[in-house]
């Protein structure tokens, strides 16, 4: 069960097209998992075409009516579209790290990725969003691994793709969706191992024992 969802404000920005690329990932990926949430948005987008498409002329009732067929159409058809492209997008896309295979949600068919690098349990592939600062990742912990307690000098988004990880604040299932700010110290840590999809806009800061050596070299690491 999916516990952990984007904000109403989020979603509104989603559905209105508003987010950087790196969080719109998210949100769609996360839409995947959560039936809840994809309701939500399908509201939301119905009521922002009853909005840009209002017709004060015509009788309000049948104005409705249209708009609710035109949306079903759109919604039931959209997958069936042929997209001309010149770019032939793999019909589903799975990721290999530390010889296990994991499938992604479909928005990551138009991705690429980075090769995987990492040290000890804990593995990272970049995805290229052209977003200055905010740096958008595939992030696998091995199992028994951990990242060492930390909190953040900006916001740290984390989608739970596939496995388990716990912190301080709680225990984490594939689809949930995260936000961490400064006000907030945790340490992630896994039993079974786990890939996520994060975005951070600033380093981390490590508060805990060995791992402070790493504090000076944020800029360069996050």
């Given at each position: 069960?999916?516990?952990?969802?984007?904000?109403?404000?989020?979603?509104?920005?989603?559905?209105?097209?508003?987010?950087?690329?790196?969080?719109?990932?998210?949100?769609?990926?996360?839409?995947?998992?959560?039936?809840?949430?994809?309701?939500?948005?399908?509201?939301?987008?119905?009521?922002?075409?009853?909005?840009?498409?209002?017709?004060?002329?015509?009788?309000?009732?049948?104005?409705?009516?249209?708009?609710?067929?035109?949306?079903?159409?759109?919604?039931?058809?959209?997958?069936?579209?042929?997209?001309?492209?010149?770019?032939?997008?793999?019909?589903?896309?799975?990721?290999?790290?530390?010889?296990?295979?994991?499938?992604?949600?479909?928005?990551?068919?138009?991705?690429?990725?980075?090769?995987?690098?990492?040290?000890?349990?804990?593995?990272?592939?970049?995805?290229?969003?052209?977003?200055?600062?905010?740096?958008?990742?595939?992030?696998?912990?091995?199992?028994?691994?951990?990242?060492?307690?930390?909190?953040?000098?900006?916001?740290?988004?984390?989608?739970?793709?596939?496995?388990?990880?716990s912190d301080e604040f709680s225990d984490y299932k594939p689809g949930d969706?995260?936000?961490?700010?400064?006000?907030?110290?945790?340490?992630?840590?896994?039993?079974?191992?786990?890939?996520?999809?994060?975005?951070?806009?600033?380093?981390?800061?490590?508060?805990?024992?060995?791992?402070?050596?790493?504090?000076?070299?944020?800029?360069?690491?996050?």
């Open positions: 069960m999916i516990n952990f969802h984007p904000d109403k404000q989020m979603l509104e920005l989603h559905a209105q097209g508003q987010l950087p690329l790196s969080l719109s990932i998210a949100l769609s990926a996360h839409i995947e998992y959560c039936g809840q949430c994809q309701q939500q948005c399908q509201q939301l987008t119905k009521a922002l075409s009853v909005e840009a498409f209002s017709d004060n002329s015509a009788p309000a009732q049948q104005e409705q009516a249209l708009l609710d067929d035109l949306l079903s159409n759109m919604l039931s058809d959209i997958d069936d579209l042929p997209l001309d492209t010149g770019i032939n997008l793999p019909s589903s896309v799975t990721v290999t790290v530390k010889e296990k295979q994991y499938a992604l949600p479909q928005v990551f068919r138009q991705q690429m990725l980075s090769e995987w690098q990492g040290i000890g349990k804990v593995s990272r592939a970049r995805l290229d969003t052209g977003e200055g600062k905010a740096r958008a990742s595939l992030l696998y912990i091995d199992a028994d691994g951990e990242i060492p307690q930390h909190t953040h000098k900006g916001t740290e988004l984390t989608l739970l793709l596939a496995g388990e990880f969706l995260m936000v961490m700010t400064a006000e907030d110290k945790h340490s992630p840590k896994t039993k079974q191992g786990c890939l996520c999809y994060t975005v951070v806009d600033a380093p981390l800061y490590f508060t805990k024992g060995l791992s402070k050596i790493l504090n000076p070299i944020g800029e360069l690491i996050y």
